[in-house]
């Protein structure tokens, strides 16, 4: 108990500062380098029921975990171990609170939402769901929503009116998925509705997945637990992935593939435990052909030195869907240098456009039909092993260059680092051109 509450009040303490701080204007335009030019955003004011209040509640969700350790450090969780300087016990859903805390640093924040380019809602979507999903208003999840719309349409009516909410985005910690219970299912199956609403339809969601169809969502990268501060600590860790020796050719990290029916997780872990016990050194000076890190029931979750080590040792880990197409290891694994291996395109290539270029995938990672695995006998392993030295050295060297921009740095680090894209900047910078060019088609972009 006490841990938490010391967590959580000190964030609430620091956070309302910031917030303080933020709202009187440019106290963080230090930096004179900074060119605004399309990319003002007014941070819009919401009641704290949207977002601080929803942190307090942290460990009222029996059907869930108690997430309150997760909120220290602005959302980065608390450190791995005590003299830890970029690495956090980091869990996915709290991207609402470490993006919050990153627009609060934003270079170019505006009080008057009639300059903005872009209104940014700082309402923590993914813990409101939680009552919805896990707790007492599970069949009332067609109302997810509802009230922020009421209140963006009762107080200063205006901002909303300007440009119809088309400038408007927020962030939804989890996959699109888990919002778009069509209104219709009663009682639901799974999810809210909130991206099935009429409302919401001219909003931007920032979401860990979108789904396979054009919406207003856009998937963005799923947080890992590496937040360095500064230039230096994330040149060290580049150094170190560039050099880690890969004695592993191919990893899995993950659960599953125990199921009597066929898919591609069954099918890895039937490779992959075949080939284990085989101490014959392989091309490329592998020792192992094939290692699986078992993750089942969530075990590494908020433990990253249980996978991110096996990585760093790794050439290929593979990225087969599960509940869900997209999946955090592929982050974990881009972070450690160890080539993505994915079995269908929705695991990241028609996900993350802003961050991993869609026509640069095969320059970065292997694609393996998943059907082709399952139904048709293509040996993953084999596959891998045909892949010549030389260009597994070329994709790692393009993953080195990747690593900035799927990592969210630390708050208030370096500017050496904040001089570099990181997931933030380039979730922003796409927020702003697909609103732009929103606006532009609808005529609405007149200042
Ligand atoms: C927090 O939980 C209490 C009791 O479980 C509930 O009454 C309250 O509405 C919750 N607050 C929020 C912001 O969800
Ligand atoms: C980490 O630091 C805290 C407080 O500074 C201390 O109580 C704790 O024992 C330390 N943990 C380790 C593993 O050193
Ligand atoms: C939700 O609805 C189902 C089916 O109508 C019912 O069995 C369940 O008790 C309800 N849950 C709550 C929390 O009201
Ligand atoms: C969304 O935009 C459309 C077209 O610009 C507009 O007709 C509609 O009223 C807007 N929805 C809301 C909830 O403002
Ligand atoms: C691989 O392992 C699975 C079960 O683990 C087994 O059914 C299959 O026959 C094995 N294949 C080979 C080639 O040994
Ligand atoms: C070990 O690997 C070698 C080289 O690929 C292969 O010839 C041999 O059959 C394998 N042995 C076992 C026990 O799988
Ligand atoms: C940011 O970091 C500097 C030193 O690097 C420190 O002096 C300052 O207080 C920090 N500001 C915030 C808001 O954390």
């Known amino acids: 108990m006490a841990p938490c509450s010391f967590f959580t009040l000190f964030f609430f303490f620091f956070f309302l500062f910031n917030l303080a701080l933020s709202q009187q204007g440019s106290t963080f335009q230090s930096d004179r380098t900074v060119d605004c030019t399309d990319g003002w955003i007014h941070i819009r004011r919401l009641p704290t029921r949207f977002n601080l209040d929803l942190l307090g509640n942290c460990s009222e969700y029996p059907l869930f975990v108690n997430f309150c350790p997760y909120l220290a450090n602005h959302g980065f969780g608390q450190k791995t171990h005590n003299h830890s300087y970029s690495w956090y016990r980091t ?35 993914s813990l409101d769901a939680l009552r919805y999903l896990h707790g007492p208003e599970v069949n009332s999840s067609t109302e997810h929503g509802l009230e922020l719309f009421e209140f963006l349409q009762e107080d200063e009516p205006g901002i909303w009116k300007r440009r119809l909410g088309h400038d408007h985005f927020l962030v939804m910690a989890r996959p699109a998925w888990d919002f778009s219970q069509p209104l219709e299912n009663d009682p639901p199956i799974w999810g809210t509705s909130f991206l099935e609403l009429p409302e919401f339809f001219n909003v ?22 590496f937040h360095p501060p500064n230039l230096a600590l994330l040149d060290s860790w580049l150094e170190r992935v560039r050099k880690s020796k890969r004695s592993t050719m191919t990893m899995f990290v993950g659960g599953g593939g125990n199921s009597a029916t066929p898919n591609i997780r069954r099918s890895i872990r039937n490779e992959c435990e075949n080939s284990t016990g085989n101490s014959t050194t392989y091309g490329g000076g592998y020792v192992k052909l094939c290692e699986i890190v078992d993750c089942s029931n969530g075990i590494c979750e908020h433990d990253p030195l249980k996978f991110m080590r096996p990585m760093l040792q790794a050439s290929f880990c593979l990225q087969p869907p599960g509940d869900t197409p997209t999946r955090r290891s592929t982050f974990d694994a881009i972070l450690a240098g160890c080539i993505p291996v994915f079995f269908e395109e929705q695991s990241a290539k028609t996900q993350y456009g802003w961050h991993l270029p869609e026509n640069e995938f095969e320059s970065f990672s292997v694609h393996i039909p998943k059907e082709e695995v399952v139904y048709k006998g293509m040996k993953i392993l084999n596959v891998l092993r045909g892949i010549p030295g030389s260009r597994v050295r070329r994709m790692r060297e393009k993953i080195l260059g990747l690593i900035p921009r799927v990592m969210y740095r630390k708050h208030n680090s370096s500017y050496g680092l904040r001089a570099k894209k990181d997931a933030f900047d380039i979730s922003i910078d796409g927020t702003l051109k697909r609103i732009q060019s929103r606006l532009e088609e609808l005529a609405l972009a007149d200042r």
């Open 91 to 125: 869990d996915a859903l709290m991207l609402e609170l470490i993006f919050h805390r990153r627009m609060l640093e934003y270079p170019c924040l505006t009080e008057d939402p009639n300059f903005a380019d872009a209104v940014y809602l700082p309402y923590y979507a």
């Open 204 to 225: 931007t969601a920032l979401t860990l997945e979108s789904r396979a169809w054009p919406w207003q969502e856009h998937a963005i990268p799923y947080p890992t637990s």
